[in-house]
C-alpha cells in the first residue's frame, strides 16, 4: 500500500512541477498584483495533495498528455464529465489494483515509498516542535493593547499563532509609533496568513524530495508578504505609503519561520511594491478575477 502511495505522490509531484514553473512565470507580470496572483499557488497546492482531477478539453495537460502524461479514469459518472489521474511516470501496467510493468519495480516503490514516509513525517513532527518552541519563547509576553504584547525575545514585529493569534513586538517598539506595523499584522489575522504558512510547510514536507516545492514555497511566503502590503496601504495616499515604506526599512526581518513578520520578505522588493501601489477599479478587479479563474482551469484539470 505505502508503495502505491508513494507511486501517485511522485506523480502529482511531477505535475505540480510543472504547473508550479507556470505561477512563477506568472506572477512576474507586473501588471498582476500579488494581492491577485497569489491566489495561482493554489494550483501547484492542490496538485501536490488532491490526487484526482476534472477532465476538461480545455485543460493544459491535454496538449502535456501527447507527449508524457497519461490520464487514468477512476469515476465517469456521465460523457461530458469524468473524473481521473494524471500519470506521468507511466510504470504501471494495470491501476486497480496498481501492477507494474516489471516486478522489480514493486520493490522499488515500496522501499522508497518507506524513507519517504519517514522523512516526511521527521519533518512535519520537527515543524511541530518549532511551532510550538515559538509559541513558547513569548508565552510571557506583556500586554500593550488590544491584541498587541510586548517581548524581548523577539526582533522583528510578528503574528504569533493561528487560532488565536497574537500581535508581539519587540520591547523597544514601546516607544515607536505603531500604526503601519499593526495594521499590516492586522491585515495578515485576517487574511490567515500564519494558517496558510504553515499548510504550505506541511505540503512541502511531503514533498520533500521534490526541491522545486521548497522553491515554491519560498515564493509563496513572500507572496504573501506582498500582498499583505497591498492590502494593508489600501485607502493611504502617498505620504502614508512612504512612511509605510519607512518603517519597513527601520523593521530587521524575523528568525522564525512559522509567523507572520513585518519585516519578512524581501524587503527592497516590498518597498517597490509599496511605493508603486496602484488601487483596482470594478471593471479591473473584475477583470482578475476572470483571468484567475480561466488559468485556473486551464491548469487545475487533467486532459479531456
Known sequence: MIGWICYWVINMSIVASFMGLIVMLIRKLRFIPHRVSVFLWIIPFLRMVVPV???????????????????VTVYQPSDDLAFSLS?????????????????????????????????????????????????????DSMLLKDNVYLSDKVDSPAVYGIFRPKIIMPEAYKEKGTEYIIRHEKTHIRRLDNLWRIIGFITAAIHWFNPLSWIFLKAFLNDLELACDEMAVAGYETEDRKEYARTLLECSQSKSM???????????????????????????????????????????????
Not at 522523512?119 to 518549532?130: D, K, M, P, Q, R
Open 53 to 71: 482531477g476534472i477532465n476538461s478539453p480545455y485543460s493544459l495537460m491535454t496538449l502535456v498528455s501527447r507527449f508524457t502524461t497519461k490520464t
Open 87 to 139: 500519470n506521468t511516470i507511466r510504470a504501471a501496467e494495470s491501476y486497480s489494483p496498481l501492477r507494474y510493468k516489471a516486478s522489480f519495480l514493486e520493490t522499488v516503490f515500496n522501499v522508497t515509498g518507506f524513507v519517504w514516509i519517514i522523512v516526511a513525517l521527521a519533518l512535519i513532527i520537527a515543524l511541530t516542535i518549532i511551532y510550538v518552541s515559538t509559541k513558547r519563547e513569548v508565552a
Open 258 to 304: 512559522l509567523v507572520s513578520a513585518f519585516g519578512g520578505a524581501k524587503v527592497r522588493t516590498r518597498i517597490e511594491n509599496v511605493l508603486s501601489y496602484k488601487k483596482m477599479t470594478a471593471f479591473s478587479a473584475m477583470g482578475f478575477t476572470v483571468l484567475v479563474l480561466a488559468i485556473i482551469v486551464t491548469l487545475m484539470t487533467n486532459a479531456g
